[in-house]
């Protein structure tokens, strides 16, 4: 019985370990690390489903899940309470003899056909909760219709040189595609997937239900669905897309990908309102503080914090406070982060709820186009005083 026939489901990848987030990720899945001063990973693909008009999100969480469940909730800050919506959490649950992780990104879908077919889609929309970037995803779908796709696979164009570590897709001129190959050492074109994928809901259902009775398969969507789809002379379409999308999967990418939102121009504009929204669950808090004191440079200081010291190309969270004489510059200072007086933070991403004591430092400066070695903290990291965290290192 179908609860309420949708023309599109969104099913939302959201259980990665993020490994290499490191300590960031110890006790938090990557989607739920916090991103330019009030928000999380997750909250873009979510604000995406919302803004391009899909109210039926399952979101598979496995990693540390209970933070993002809580985050999560209803649903409300998206939309996505109503009685026609729905933001359903998926963890792993147990079948009839036994229970098992999702073994893979196609296993983890397989694992929630049930749910999908509860709503009989026309189509099924695959996402990744680990990427930053604004997408009209029914333009997607609209394009995947008109084409008549099995399954259409979003590309962006990268450079030649970094093409050989993603997964490339190869085309004819009107887009079709003829071959896939991952992390190719001599990559045929700059078509790089993006891990976001339309499947006509009847093909999925079939391919994943065959790759679940392949004892030698990896359950994955770019090792086995994919390939399967070609050698079964299905029609695969590559959808460009060219705005801005940056996977925050390392301590550098995370890093860049937030004084990207700095500047009079930035590099990502994450303001906008309407369709171009991005939504976040926000406890209510004051205005923030500036001192008459304190010295701001192009940084952005979300509400609820306290500044009286000085603050350079940085991103201050809600709810920190930068205390008097301290030194915060090219850094990434996350919810309830407090600087204490005299302390200096340079380069730098500090987890939520850490403290950096009086007259402590933290990372370093950097000669132009030197490497720059991100030092790290975890949630609730306490750099003792006087004390030195040295660049790149992580506590």
């Known amino acids: 019985m179908f609860v309420n026939k949708k023309r599109c489901v969104a099913m939302l990848l959201a259980g990665g370990q993020g490994s290499r987030l490191k300590v960031l990720t110890e006790n938090t899945a990557k989607p739920a690390v916090p991103f330019g001063g009030k928000y999380r990973i997750i909250d873009f693909p979510l604000s995406n489903c919302v803004n391009s008009g899909i109210d039926t999100v399952g979101i598979l ?15 409300q800050p998206w939309g996505l309470n109503k009685s026609h919506c729905c933001a359903q959490v998926l963890p792993p649950y147990a079948q009839s003899k036994k229970s098992e992780w999702y073994k893979g990104t196609a296993n983890a879908i397989y694992q929630n056909l049930a749910f ?3 709503f009989n889609p026309e189509y099924v929309l695959i996402l990744s909760g680990d990427h930053i970037y604004k997408m009209d995803y029914a333009a997607m779908i609209n394009f995947h219709e008109k084409t008549g796709a099995d399954c259409t696979i979003a590309v962006r164009d990268v450079p030649m040189e970094e093409a050989s570590r993603f997964g490339i897709m190869n085309t004819h ?3 079709t595609i003829y071959e ?11 078509n790089a997937s993006m891990g976001i994928y339309v499947f006509k809901w009847s093909i999925l259902r079939d391919y994943l239900t065959a790759d679940e ?15 399967n789809l070609l050698n079964d002379g299905r029609k695969l379409m590559a959808y460009g897309f060219e705005g801005y999308w940056k996977d925050v999967g390392t301590i550098d990418s995370l890093w860049e990908a937030n004084m990207e939102l700095l500047g009079k121009n930035p590099e990502f504009d994450i303001r906008g309102t309407g369709r171009n929204k991005i939504y976040a669950r926000n406890s209510a808090m004051p205005s923030s503080y500036v001192d008459a004191k304190a010295k701001t440079v192009n940084c952005f200081i979300a509400e609820g914090s306290e500044i009286f010291g000085s603050v350079k190309n940085s991103i201050v969270s809600v709810g920190c406070y930068i205390g008097e004489g301290a030194t915060v510059e090219n850094s990434v200072l ?5 600087i204490e007086a005299g302390a200096i933070v340079r380069h730098a991403i500090l987890g939520e709820n850490s403290r950096v004591c009086a007259n402590a430092v ?4 950097f000669a132009e186009g030197e490497k720059k070695e991100i030092s790290v903290t975890q949630k609730n990291a306490t750099v003792p005083a006087n004390s030195v965290l040295f660049p790149g290192e992580m506590l």
């Open 61 to 75: 969480t496995q990693y540390q899940p209970l933070e993002l469940n809580e985050y999560i909730g209803n649903g």
């Open 116 to 118: 999908i077919s509860r």
């Open 173 to 175: 001129p009107d887009g």
């Open 180 to 190: 896939f190959e991952e992390k190719p050492k001599v990559p045929k074109s700059t």
């Open 213 to 227: 009775n392949d004892p030698n398969s990896d359950n994955d969507f770019g090792k086995n669905i994919i390939p």
């Open 334 to 338: 996350m919810p309830g982060t407090v």
């Open 362 to 365: 933290v990372g370093g400066t």
